[in-house]
Structure formats: C-alpha cells, structure tokens
C-alpha cells in the first residue's frame, strides 16, 4: 500500500495553531508588526500569482518591528481542498529584513496564504538572558522572567506531555537558588528549549497581512521537454514526376517512437488545418507558389475548412485522434498551434466578413507593416465583434480539447488584444484546467511580462538571442527570481522563424552547448526539428533556416551519422533522474574566473523532494564555441550541507568522468570535445 | 494687479474634453489597453504617494497595445478644490513602453490623478499613410482615409474654427484629383495638423485606470534649509566660581539674525523640557554628572514638568512663543525635538507607570542594549496603554503646535511601534495640515522606507555617510526616483550625534563639499551649529564631537576667522535664487573620467518655473578633500534646448568666473582652493 500524495511538502513545517491576534490600538494601514513586499507577487496586483505542482516556491516576506527586541514570522496555507499548515520563516540576515521559507505545493486548485508577524518572546528573553546572565547583571530578575514564560508554555495543552514536563523542570531550575548562574545559562541555551520554542513559539503582538492567492496548475505547464515537427514532412515522399506526397497522421505517428525514445514529453505541430491557395506563398517567402508548393501552414483556411478542420493531406480527424492516442502511448502530449489569423480562403471571410477590417475602398485588409503588406493573411479585427470571434474561437478549443489535445502553442498573442486572451484562457481553464497554453509572445517585456499574467501558463523567451556568459547569467537571474511568480519560459533553441547567428556559425559545439543550458537552467525548453542534424544554414539575410520548412517539405536522414540525437537523449535522461532540474527558481550562478565559462548549480533539499533524497547538480558550460577554455570554479558546498572545507564527489552526467571536488575547482572545456560538465554531486542534504 | 496662484504647471497641459470609454466585450482585469506600473505610487499601495506644493512629478505609465498601431496616453488630474486638467504624455522610446508628463502641483490637499490610453487614429493614418503614398502603395485609399478621419474632427463643435475650417480644406485636398500624391504627402505631414489632433486628438478604444490618489503638502515639507542649536548655549556665561548660567530663550533669540542672514529657513531646537537629575549623564557621556553639569536634553522630565514644559533654565513658556515670533520675524520657522522617552524623574514615571515596562521584580525597565543598560532613560511601552499613551503625545502636540511650532523633528521613531506614528501624524495633519515631521529614521532601508509612507513628510537619510562619487551617485539616483514618490529626505551634514570621519580627517575642503553637495544635491539640508567653526574633533573611539554639547553648554567666537559662514551664506543665496535646486526629482549624473569629480545638473523648464523662465545649474565637486583633481566633463545641453554642438555661457556663482560650455569641458578643482563649482548655465528653456 502506498501513501496517499501529500498536499505540499516544507523545509519548516510546524505544528498548526490557531492564533491570537493583537488587537491594535490604532485604527492604521500597517499592523502592529509591519510587513511589506509579500512573495509569492505579480506586478499587476489585480492578478494572482501561479506556480505548479512540486514547485518549490521561495514564500517570503519584509518583516520589521521597532527596537531591538526579536521576532518571528510564519506562513499559513490552506490548500484548494482545505488543509491547513504553518511554516517558520527564516530571516536572511542581509540587512533588509527579508523572511523566507521553501514550500512546494503539490495539490492543483487556488492556494490561500498569509503571514503571521510575531513578537518572539522566547527568542528575546533568551538572547537578553544569555548575554546578562553572563555578564552578571539582572541574574535573579533574567532567571526569574524565564521562569514564568516556560510555566506559561507548560501549561498549553497541545503541547506534548514530555515537553511541558522539560518546560516545569526547566522553571524550577531557573528558581532554583542551588543551581548557579553558569548552570542556569545551560538552561537558558539548551537546545530541547530552543526547538521546543520553535516548534510553538511564545508570542505576542500577532500581526496578520491579508489573504492572498496562488494558483498552482499542473507540472506540466512549468516542465516539459519539447519537440517540434511537421507531420506533413514525416513519411512525405517525392514521386518520380517531381511532386511531393504529404506525409500524413499515419506516417507522422512513425516517428513518435524515437521522440519518446529521445526523452521528450511534448510533441508540438505546427497548424493542421487547410492552407488558403490565395497570395500562397512559395519556397523561401517567395510570393509566388508553383501548384505543388504545399505553403505556409500558418496561412490558415480553405475551401476544406479552417481552425477546426484536418489538412485533407494530413488525413481525417480521426486519424488526428490516432495520432494524439498513439503519442499518449509513447508517454508524449500533443500540443496544438492556435494561429488566429486567416487566409483569404478562409470561410470565416464569406460567413463573418465582420471580424476582418473594411477599408473605405470596401476591401478587407491585408496584414501589413507600411508601406509592406502579407497578401496571405487577414488579421482578425477583434473589436467589431467581441462575444463573436471570442464565442468561436472557445468552440474551436473545446473542439480539439475534446479530441485529446490539453496544450495550444499560441501564435503571436502579442498581436491580439490582452483583454481576449485573459477571457479565453480563464474561460477554458475554468471548465479544463489541466489545459496549458504557451505565449509565442517575442516582443518587449511589458507585453510579454503582461501576457504571462493575464494567464498564459508559458512563454517563449529572450534566451534565444542570450549567448553571453554575462546575457546568460542576467537571463537566468531575471526569470529565476523576478518574474518567476508569473512568468515560465520555454527555452526553445530554434524554430521554423529563428536560426540565431550563434548556431549558424557556432558549429556543432555551439548545438551542443544551447541544448544543454536550455535542458537544464530553465524547467521547460524545447527544439525545432533538425535541431539534432545541426541544420545550420540561413536563408541569406535571414535569421531562418534555408529552404524553410514553413513553405516546403523536408526530407530528413533521422539516423545520420554524426547525429545529436543521443545527446539530447542524455540530456532528457539527465533531466528525468535529477529532480533539481525540472526547477526554474534554484538556479545559482557561481564564479569563474574564464568570461566564456558559465557555472551554475541547481539543489533541492531532501525535504522538498519526492524521493526523500536531496538532489544536487552543477553544470559548467563554455560558452565560446570556437576554443578550449580552462578556469578555476568557485562553490560554497556548505549551502549543501557539506562542513566548511569538506571535499564531495561529482560525477559527469555526460562523460561518466568522477573528481573529487572542494570550493575551488579546476575545470577544462574543449568546445569540440565537451563543451558542458553535467555534474551529479553526491551526499548533499 | 497679480493673477491668482494657478493650481498646477505642467510641460503639456492640452484641453480639458470628455472622453468616451470603449465598452469590453470581455469581462477582465485588463483594460483594452493594457496600463501598468503607474507613478506616483508607494510599495505599500495602501498608502498614498506625496509630493509638496510646486514639486516638479514626473506622472508615468506603462501602457502598450497589441500590434503596430499606435496609441497616446493622457493624464487627468483633479486638484483638491475640483479643478480638472487633461495632460498629454510622451513616449520614452525606451522598449520598456514607458509614457510620461512632468507636472508640478501647487495646491495642497489630496489630488486625484488617472491616465488614458487610446488609439491614436490620426497618428496611426499619418504613420501608415506617409510610407504608403510614398511608396504608391494604396495611395487612393490612405487619402479617402484621412479625409474622412479629418471630417469627424471638423464636426466637433470644441474645436477652434480656425482649425475647424484647416481640416475641411484639408480634406477636401486629400479628395481632390488635381492634388498630386506628393503634394498630398505635404498635407499628411502638415505641422499644423498634427498640432490639432495633439491638442484634441481623434481616439478610439479609450481606457482609463482606476483614480488615485496624491497628497501634495506644503513646500516645506520637501524644501528647506536647516540650522540646528542648542539654546542654552547661546548666551551662557561661565561666572568666576566656574559654574555656568544657563543660556535662555531671550539670549538665544539674540542669534536668530545671524541664523537668517545666513539664509537659512528653519531653526531646529533640541529638547527644551526639564532635564531629569536620577542618573544624569556628565561631560563626554560619562555615568556621572556633577552638580553643574546640565545634563541631556533628550533625558526628557523632572520635578519642574514633561513634555509640555519648557526647561526653567531657558525661561517661561512665554519667552519661547516671543523666541518663535523673534524667529518669524527674521523669516525663520521653530523646528521643535518629539523624544518620546522619560527620565526617571518625568511625572508619568508616577501618574502613569502603566506607560512603561514593569520587570518581574516590580522595578521598571531602562533603556538597554543587552547586557548594557541606559539608566537616564525609561523607554515607553507603547503596548500597555496605547490609547492613553496617544492622546497625551496629542495633546503635547497641539500645546506646541498653539506655541507656534509647526515642524518637529521626531527622535528615533524606528523605536515606536510604527501604527503609532501613522495614528499620530494623520491626526495632527488632519487638524493643521501644515505640521511637517521629520524622521530621525537612521535605521535600516525597509524602516524607513516604512516610516516615510507612513506619514512623515521628511527623513534623515544615508546621505551622512555616502562620500566617494559612486556612492553619491548611487545615493541620490535612489532617492531621487526610486523613492521619490514617499520620502523626502533631509540631508543633513552633521548632528550632535554624527561627526563622520569624512569630516573628523578631511579638514576644511571636506566641510565646503559635504554641505554644497547637501545644499544641493537635495531640496531639503540640514547644518549643526559648530560646522561653519570646522568643529572636527572626535571623542577617541566614538562618531560624535569631543565635548558634545549634549552633556555640557559650548562658548563658541560665532566671529572667528575662517568661518565657513560666509560659505553657508552664499549655498543659501545660491539656492533661493535658482528653483532648479530646491526640486529633488530633477538630479541628474554626467559622466566625469576622474574618480572623485562627481558631476550633476538640475533644470527646470520654462513651463514648470514659478518666474516662466528656465533655470540650469551644474554642480562639479572634487570630493576627494585631500587634492586636485582635473577631469572631462561630458554634458547633453540638447536636453536643455541647445542646438547640438552649440556652446553656452556658465558662470561659477561660488567665484564668480565664466566660461564657455559645451558637450565636453575640462575642469580642475582643488580642495584647498574651491572644491566645487557651482555653475548658473545660461540661456536654456
């Protein structure tokens, strides 16, 4: 018999307690003990801030009071089905009167919390007692005080009988005129005391800030590996006259064997749906297509149907379930592109004129960026009909929800009024909350940051153009810790739009080291297909793949000599035994001396994950793909429960390769060879 | 005849029109164009944001829409006696969405402000259409388009005819076939038009945040220049046995003409109440006065009476209101100490020890720092009698405030519960708005962000101690923005508390460049009697004066040779005479290559200028007290409406000298000649 799943899991659960509030004697904004900068947060504070299941959360708060005299701070949750727990914040000590605790909530559902600002009177009378003891000043009157506040303790009926019967004895010792004040000073120390304390502090002046919430969806809208392809490519083949035969749903579903193989838990297509033949675009954005070009998929509609329709080259809907059953088979999750725009060919052009713009000349418009103009596409003018194109569109969700389908790569939200995503989403995660949408949202950082809020469960992100040692450490600090109340990037290498100037000409090195530090700084990443072929070569001028497979099919050879495949089989294989990596928040950047070597670490405490076990794992990228690079590495192994100047074993998750390692370390990266340690670290807490 | 004071200046105040909402067809927390981060505001958004009559605000927004076409933002404001005003914002074209308006409100009391975000119809047509009909793309359709947008805005009925009848015929241009396209362009771009829809521009998908709020206090709460003094030194006189007759409030009125021509604003007194005699503190902080030792100030209450009493020595209470009206009279403001704190003579001590800690052996607590104890002082226990405890601070309160006192500087309010404080300075300010309290907040950064928000109209700040040229750019970069919008601090330069090694070692340059970088760096400074003497020596081991005038009445020659006075005198004249110096918000940093020339401007624009005309200084000081340093200074006059690369005249108000400026200028300042030049900038707007 296994345990039933727990609601959350803490480093500092105590006892839950009801508390008496200090009733204030001045009608005030701020409490008797003053709190401020409460985290979990969001920027827009209308909107509540989110995490997913397991996620271990920093829950922190700025708590202050007047004077000298010590306090304490909890955090009180109520899980969705109602389960109440207490949690001892920490201080940080850095001078800003920060408090924090690590809780990973496990159940789904809206999360209450608050914190709770005390007086801690054991922990006043205790650093005063010792200090005055000592000194030999208010003996009888330190002893005494004490006394009566372990009695008061004693008497509280929920704690267990051995701890009052220490708190009674402890009394009498303290009043005690045999036991001398050197002795009594062992009273007053006496750990038995001190975590008795801990557990059900003696306190006073209970200050309380207002509920709030925190949503907590499913791991997968933080964690995932993705693969992205286009099933038409999968089995297409050319017949002998030149033309193309689609690949379709049944030859696509061949290859979801090596994905699942390669470790990934997403596989992400491109649209499905009939392609308008009006203005169709050809090979390389060319605005011409020839008959046989099969054109952008993203040019959605046909004489066939639009968004809730099957490519008739693709197969049947039927056929669509078969796939989407068959990659459940594999362990892989189908994601669906949700591209609200429409070709000319559209029938919403005919049957809804009304949710394209009208020009004076009575034409629809065209997408444009003046004086160009997208002769393939009519965006969508949202505001002459609302309830209209927002009833529809949720028809077309719940259409394909209901054939298997839980997470939609949204096309360019960005482009679309903020107002329709925050409806549809809370609309459809309130009837399917397990549904994740994920923000294909490059743009500035206020929409992208405002999108994240509004509820999309992931977005794309800057790490694509961060090569940097310095870009990388800033983009993981950002999303780790500022925004990571809201916002969870899907570090994406590439994809049909972007092929960066770092992999066109860093080579397989440069292939090598963007997975690795996607696979394992962020929770989520994903590639593009081809990835693993090191397709690098751009259209010129571009920063797209040649020959774009948005405008074409792509014959590829998967069992390639020379191919990445199983290093991001390493990588997914890495990623599924070390829980610390399917973390955001945990990553910390460590020094090295080297401006191209990267050195970060990921940890959870042993507490906090499922297993029981802690989890550690560095990892030290050379990020310059043209040379060897050699530094030393700086670790603070105490955080991880090690002794100060203790020595620990690690061992390369890629290569095998075990050293001993202590706070500074040695390390060479050829970028030819390997250009990133992956490093388990044994025996951390 | 002189036009009444208007209520607010502002950089682009355009006419007040009623707007008209878009009405969302979704029923969400974003409007239909997103706003966010809205300034002013305070990290505790349950409070309030400040500013004082005539600040100069920068009002900004975040706000962005969806795609590319383009929007404006408005602020509407509505001063406290219900005057509305509409302000136009501009873009920082920044790629963080920033919109933002400089506005200085003159009337006190609460305004409320909102903004408006919109799409610009006419900017997004004159945008599309110059690139379309440039490159004759849909040339017909951009003009049919205009002429229709500009017919709207003919019909209504608040325009000027004037501009009525330009965008009838403009229209009609734009239809007529004779116009070519590249005249048709002229009309597109026509500076007369753009005016038009600037003032009352053509809108569409109009949202508005929610109203909130601005408390605007008087000028003195921002803006001030402080001399503190001990009044019982000012005509003491030592008599032949050695003893010391106490200088009085007639004695000490006798300086308040050099305080005044010394420019400055506010005379701020220690404690003036009793002086308890249990326990009294002798010279130099020793444990033990002798019977002619006049002891602490700030050891507050004795047989004679508390806080509502004036100490006998210094006469009755009517000779402090003539010293307050001998202060009015010389166009100086009484600053008044609120030390809530008692000697263990004060009468509460026995009408009401409930107000204070009683230990467990009956006696009652002093003051401590465990294990050391400050037996001069009984802390309050403001948890034992908040009630009780209030009305008396209240009541002390309104008896000065009837004396005349409408400043007081509050000590150690990081000691008191901060509910209290909020209680008590809403209370006063709601009776006598005017009352300015100043926080002796030298504490840590959340306390006292805390504190400020919480009501005080000033605070002590960090400024004592931040002396090299990082630090000081750090330092007023923070408290100029980051802050600005709550606290407002004081910058004095020394207290009886706080002698810096800066100044105990830096000699007499140190003294010039510490009070000009105060006297102008901020909007608000403070000076200790004993600074313009060069009084720099320390009691061994410890941050205060030698000889501290807390414990002991100091005979100072006010006409000593090299007194800073005239100094001090010129800072002041400097200051009254240029607004530019008395706003905080508008520092800022130019670069300098050496490390101790630090280099800062301030300006204001005609528009914002009590007088109508702009007003520029530049500040360069060498704040390495030991050396001459030279140095480029690198300066943007485009910003202050020169031409690029033109040159302007400054002249050093300090010295006198001109020279001619532009981007870059050599500099060269000598610490024992003229550290700082003070620079008048000629001719800007």
Redesign the interface.
């Known amino acids: 018999m296994t345990s039933a799943v727990p609601v959350l899991r803490s480093t500092a659960q105590i006892p839950f307690r009801r508390a008496t509030l200090w009733e ?9 003990i ?1 709190m ?2 409460i985290r979990p947060s969001v ?5 509540a801030p989110s995490a997913f299941s397991g996620e271990i959360v920093p829950f922190t708060v ?1 708590a ?5 005299d010590l306090l304490g701070v909890h955090l009180r949750l109520t899980s969705p089905s109602g389960e109440e727990s207490v949690h001892r914040l920490s201080p940080r000590n850095d ?3 920060r408090w924090t605790v690590l809780v990973a909530p496990i159940e789904q559902g809206t999360w209450r919390f608050r914190y709770e600002a005390f007086a801690d009177d054991f922990a006043t009378w205790q ?2 007692a010792y ?2 003891i ?2 030999g ?1 208010d003996t ?2 330190m002893r ?2 004490g006394a ?1 506040l372990f009695e008061l303790a004693a008497d509280e009926s929920d704690r267990p009988e051995p701890e009052r019967e220490l708190l009674r004895t402890s009394a009498a010792r303290l009043r005690d005129p045999s036991v001398t004040d050197a002795e009594a000073l062992a009273v007053v120390a006496a750990p038995a005391l001190s975590h008795a304390f801990a557990q059900r502090p003696a306190t006073s ?1 209970v200050t309380v800030t207002e509920e709030r919430e925190l949503l907590v969806e499913r791991e997968r809208a933080g964690v995932g590996a993705w693969y992205e392809f286009f099933p038409r490519s999968e089995g297409a083949r050319r017949k002998r006259n030149g033309a193309v035969v689609s690949g379709t749903f049944v030859t696509a579903a061949e290859r979801l064997p090596a994905v699942a193989q390669m470790g990934f838990d997403v596989v992400y297509l491109p649209p499905i749906h009939p392609i308008g033949r009006t203005n169709r675009k050809g090979p390389n954005n060319t605005l011409v297509a020839g008959p046989e070009d099969p054109g952008s998929p993203w040019a959605i509609g046909a004489a066939e149907g639009g968004h809730d329709t099957v490519h008739p080259d693709l197969g049947t809907l039927e056929d669509f379930r078969s796939f989407v059953d068959a990659a459940r088979e594999q362990g892989l999750e189908v994601a669906l592109d949700l591209a609200l725009q429409a070709s000319p060919d559209h029938p919403w052009v005919t049957e809804h004129p009304e949710w394209f713009t009208t ?3 009575g ?1 629809i418009a065209f997408a ?4 160009k ?1 997208y002769q393939d596409i009519y ?1 969508i003018n ?2 002459n ?3 209209g194109i ?1 009833a529809e569109v949720l028809r077309i969700v719940r259409h394909w929800v209901a054939q298997g389908v839980s997470i939609f790569r949204v096309d360019n939200p ?7 995503w ?2 549809l989403i ?1 609309t459809v995660n309130a009837e399917s909350p397990d549904v994740v949408f994920l923000a294909e949202a490059f743009t ?4 992208l940051k ?1 999108l994240a809020q ?1 509820g999309f469960q992931q977005s794309y992100s800057y790490f694509t153009w961060r090569n940097t040692k310095e870009e990388i450490e800033e983009f993981f600090t950002w999303v780790s810790d500022e925004t990571a109340d809201f916002m969870r990037p899907n570090l994406f290498v590439n994809t049909p739009d972007i092929l960066t100037e770092y992999l066109q000409y860093g080579g397989r090195p440069a292939y090598k080291v963007r997975v690795a530090l996607a696979a394992t700084g962020g929770a989520s990443y994903g590639v593009y297909a081809g990835y693993e072929l090191v397709e690098n070569v751009a259209r010129p001028g571009s920063e797209e793949n040649i020959d774009n497979e948005k405008y074409e099919y792509k014959f590829r050879d998967w069992n390639a000599g020379n191919s990445l495949a199983p290093y991001l089989t390493r990588l997914n294989e890495i990623r599924h035994a070390h829980p610390a990596l399917r973390q955001l928040r945990n990553i910390r950047f460590h020094r090295s001396e080297d401006s191209a070597i990267v050195a970060y670490s990921k940890h959870i405490a042993a507490e906090l994950s499922e297993s029981g076990a802690a989890d550690t794992v560095i990892v030290i990228a050379n990020v310059d793909p043209y040379s060897t690079r050699e530094s030393i590495v700086h670790i603070d192994p105490t955080v991880w429960g090690f002794a100060p100047g203790e020595s620990f074993e690690v061992e390369d998750l890629i290569t095998g390769a075990t050293w001993t390692w202590a706070e500074h370390n040695y390390v060479r990266l050829d970028a030819f060879v390997e250009p990133v340690h992956i490093l388990a670290v044994k025996g951390t807490s």
Chains 1, 2 share one sequence.
Not at 64 to 68: A, M, N, T, V
């Open positions: 204030s004697g001045y009608p005030t904004i701020a409490g008797r003053p401020t900068d920027p827009d504070a209308a909107y700025t202050f009071r007047e004077g000298h001078g800003f009167d650093h005063a200090l005055k000592e000194a000043v009888a009157l005494e005080t009566e002046l020009l004076a000349d034409s444009e960026n003046p004086p103009k965006p949202f505001d009909d609302p309830e927002g960005h482009t679309k009024p903020l107002q329709f925050e409806w809370a500035r950082p206020s929409p405002r509004a």
